[in-house]
């Protein structure tokens, strides 16, 4: 195939995709909240008209300041004393503003300090640094981490919105982030399909877990602290908040299960180059002793990350004191323990699937090699 019939059909399958993308995403968003006449727009703050800070140091009330808008215009506006919205002003300092306009009428609400440039400065070291220290892996993990958010955002968010099931959508999102992140890190090679393989094997592990155990908990996407809004959302568009959670399951092991994936096949390819007259069961028990290995430490990992998410959970749940029978029974708390062990499930199921995989593949290409050599020889 000549190599400019290869790029057409590169070009082709590129705009395609893309075609599909904006077909895709062509939805039509509920509106839940009226935002007629509201925009949120970057101020500084000129000065403070009134403060609310107190003898004993403490803030009470709220803030009134004036505020230069981007055209130049002053105005006064009103500061919250919260712990969720408004901040405390100081001349100078950036702030991002509700405008509010009915008419000829305006008010000027402060919403928060203006974190833009923390936040883009923060993102911009942290690709920095994976791409200083990965080198070219590294710039590869970069688009694989810039990808695997734009397929969230412009795929698994729309698919949501035209009645996909969220279950469903969710496994094919986490297919397309795995294929395009362990080609982009290992290429085309054995290794690759191996880890991707295992890696969508431990993923599909980790929800099918989940789902057994919320049917004999009876737990179920309803369960959540946040239901009343998600109600509201599924009353005003075609998204199933039921299966918002164990689609969230799936995700949330995504990158642990990954990561051993990865590791057992690329130590099974390692070993492979090293010695490539072993046998598939001596493979397998190598690649299961690593796996081994990092099993343990990965499933703790992704336990931890869940148990740090919900720490104010287990804070208020220790504070109060609640009964064992309470606090076992308890919804939220039951949650984070599917939401942990099947993630772990998945963890552990990635193991001998990574070095089977692994064994199996790197096994096969022997073979061929051995096949092909005769002809070669001769």
């Not at 695997?148 to 279950?167: E, N, Q, V």
């Not at 362990?182 to 690759?192: D, E, F, N």
Request: charged share 15%; proline share 3%; hydrophobic share 50%.
């Amino acid at each position: 195939m000549n190599t400019w019939f290869k790029r057409l059909l590169a070009a082709l399958a590129v705009f395609a995709v893309l075609a599909g993308l904006v077909q895709l995403n062509d939805v039509t968003k509920p509106e839940l909240v009226n935002t007629d006449g509201r925009q949120f727009t970057k101020t500084v703050v000129m000065d403070v008209l009134r403060d609310n800070v107190q003898e004993n140091g403490s803030r009470i009330g709220d803030q009134i300041v004036t505020l230069r808008l981007a055209d130049g215009e002053e105005v006064t506006a009103n500061c919250p004393n919260g712990l969720l919205f408004g901040t405390v002003c100081e001349p100078g300092m950036s702030v991002i503003v509700i405008a509010s306009k009915t008419g000829s009428l305006a008010s000027y609400t402060v919403y928060s300090y203006d974190r833009m440039t923390a936040v883009i400065a923060f993102l911009a070291f942290f690709a920095l640094l994976l791409m200083l220290v990965g080198g070219k892996k590294g710039i590869k993990s970069v688009i694989a981490l810039t990808a695997t958010f734009a397929c969230f955002l412009f795929f698994f968010f729309p698919l949501l919105l035209h009645g996909i099931s969220p279950i469903f959508a969710a496994v094919i999102t986490s297919t397309i982030v795995l294929s395009l992140t362990v080609w982009l890190i290992c290429g085309p090679t054995r290794q690759a399909i191996a880890a991707g393989l295992a890696s969508f094997g431990g993923v599909l592990s980790a929800g099918i877990a989940a789902e057994v155990f919320g049917r004999l908990a009876h737990l179920s996407g309803y369960n959540v602290p946040n239901i009343e809004s998600l109600l509201f959302i599924s009353q005003n568009s075609k998204i199933d908040v039921g299966e918002l959670l164990f689609a969230g399951i799936l995700f949330a092991s995504l990158g642990a299960v990954l990561d051993i994936a990865m590791d057992v096949s690329a130590a099974a390819a390692e070993i492979h180059s090293q010695s490539p007259d072993k046998p598939v069961r001596e493979l397998l028990k190598s690649g299961m002793r690593v796996g081994q290995d990092v099993m343990g430490t990965m499933a703790a990992t992704l336990i931890l990350a869940v148990f740090g998410g919900s720490l104010g959970t287990w804070v208020l749940d220790y504070v109060y004191d609640l009964p064992f029978l309470q606090l076992l029974n308890s919804n939220s708390l039951d949650i984070v323990i599917m939401q942990g062990l099947s993630g772990g499930i998945g963890v552990i199921l990635t193991v001998p699937i990574a070095a089977g995989c692994s064994a199996f593949l790197l096994a096969h290409k022997r073979a061929s090699v051995h096949e092909t050599s005769p002809s070669q020889i001769g």
